[in-house]
């Protein structure tokens, strides 16, 4: 069946530093990936979205690759800011239907 | 990107009870989905709703159980049916433009 994971341990960096995120994906070919930020209460924020044909995406201090041969992505915060503590949702889609599967999500905490 | 008031944004209701909670967007959609959040799991796609049609659901979700109205453009409700404990989740409703989310309803069947 298909599968997406993140890790479930949350990811604890000093701030300043990059974030690193992963997302795998098995028995899938989605033709683009997203990634959102979820705050305690709240839903789902997007952030980026890169397609099959794209290997990087960039906005601002946020970067998101999508290896297809890997069957990953990577979601990168560089001079990470305490604000930026908040689980980080994976999701991938099928242009034909718009549904999304997502991961279970990473919590990222950033130490000031 | 589409704004979306969700309410209620949270209840406490009795089990073998009914809970409706509706989405207004600000600006006129085709497709609205509902999802389903379990504390600490991923969301789950629970249908997909367009105006005019009936909702398409997924698998493991049934229309007796989560019935959803689309009864125009801008507006979409998800009632949960005969609640259990089970159904203590976090339900939120999205739509494509802008890739946008409702805020939820935080669900607590007692």
């Known amino acids: 069946s298909q599968k997406i994971e993140q890790n479930s341990e949350a990811l604890n960096i000093q701030e300043g530093k990059t974030a690193t995120l992963t997302c795998n994906y098995t028995?899938?070919?989605?033709?683009?990936l997203q990634w959102y930020r979820q705050d305690p209460g709240r839903g789902p924020v997007f952030l980026l979205l890169?397609?099959?044909?794209?290997k990087e995406k960039r906005k601002e201090r946020l970067k998101v690759t999508f290896d297809t041969t890997l069957k990953q992505s990577l979601f990168h915060i560089t001079a990470s800011q305490p604000a930026d503590s908040a689980t980080y949702l994976c999701?991938?889609?099928?242009?034909?239907?718009?549904?999304?599967?997502f991961g279970s999500g990473t919590r990222l905490l950033v130490r000031p | 990107s589409a704004v979306i008031s969700q309410k209620p944004s949270r209840d406490i209701c009795q089990r073998g009870t009914s809970l409706t909670i509706q989405c207004q967007v600000d600006?006129?959609?085709?497709?609205m989905f509902w999802y389903r959040q379990q504390p600490g799991q991923s969301l789950t796609l629970i249908a997909t709703?367009?105006?005019?049609?009936?909702?398409?659901?997924e698998s493991g979700f049934v229309i007796d159980k989560f019935p959803i109205s689309r009864p125009n453009l801008t507006f979409s409700t998800l009632t949960v049916s005969n609640m259990s404990p089970e159904d203590s989740s976090i339900y939120l409703c999205?739509?494509?433009?802008?890739?946008?989310f409702g805020s939820g309803t935080r669900l607590t069947v007692v």
């Open positions: 999205s739509v494509v433009e802008g890739y946008t």
């Open positions: 028995n899938y070919s989605p033709a683009y």
């Open positions: 890169i397609r099959e044909n794209e």
């Open positions: 999701a991938f889609g099928m242009d034909s239907s718009y549904k999304l599967i």
């Open positions: 600006s006129q959609v085709t497709m």
């Open positions: 709703a367009n105006q005019g049609s009936e909702a398409t659901y």
